[in-house]
Nanobody, 125 residues
Framework: QVQLVESGGGLVQAGGSLRLSCAASGRTFSRYAMGWFRQAPGKEREFVAVIRWNGGRTYYADSVKARFLISGDNAKNTVYLQMNSLKPEDTAVYYC??????????????????WGQGIQVTVSS
């Protein structure tokens, strides 16, 4: 059974940093793309970043480029999202997701087969 478990969320002041973790288990993820999405109250779930597990290629939403960094630790089967220079508009529930391959529109939710339960990130002004 595939499980994606997020951790590391919480409350931070604007300008601060947080690091989210996503621990993956239940299958071999070496060919997968691992993504982060977020959903703010009353808004659609939106793409944040994605990393190719094998090779480390990355892609970011324009809204977080140069502030967020996605990385992976193959030995721990864990993906990270380092979030710097946080803004109140980054407040959302953040979700980890796994897509079976680095192919197609990885900014779209349809590419992903597995999702974590989500974790709250709140940025105060």
């Amino acid at each position: 059974q595939v499980q994606l478990v997020e951790s590391g969320g919480g409350l931070v002041q604007a300008g601060g940093s947080l690091r989210l973790s996503c621990a993956a288990s239940g299958r071999t993820f070496s060919r997968y793309a691992m993504g982060w999405f977020r959903q703010a109250p009353g808004k659609e779930r939106e793409f944040v970043a994605v990393i190719r597990w094998n090779g480390g290629r990355t892609y970011y939403a324009d809204s977080v480029k140069a502030r967020f960094l996605i990385s992976g630790d193959n030995a721990k089967n864990t993906v990270y999202l380092q979030m710097n220079s946080l803004k109140p508009e980054d407040t959302a529930v953040y979700y980890c997701a796994a897509a079976p391959m680095w192919f197609g529109d990885l900014s779209g939710r349809a590419a992903y087969d597995y999702w974590g339960q989500g974790i709250q990130v709140t940025v105060s002004s």
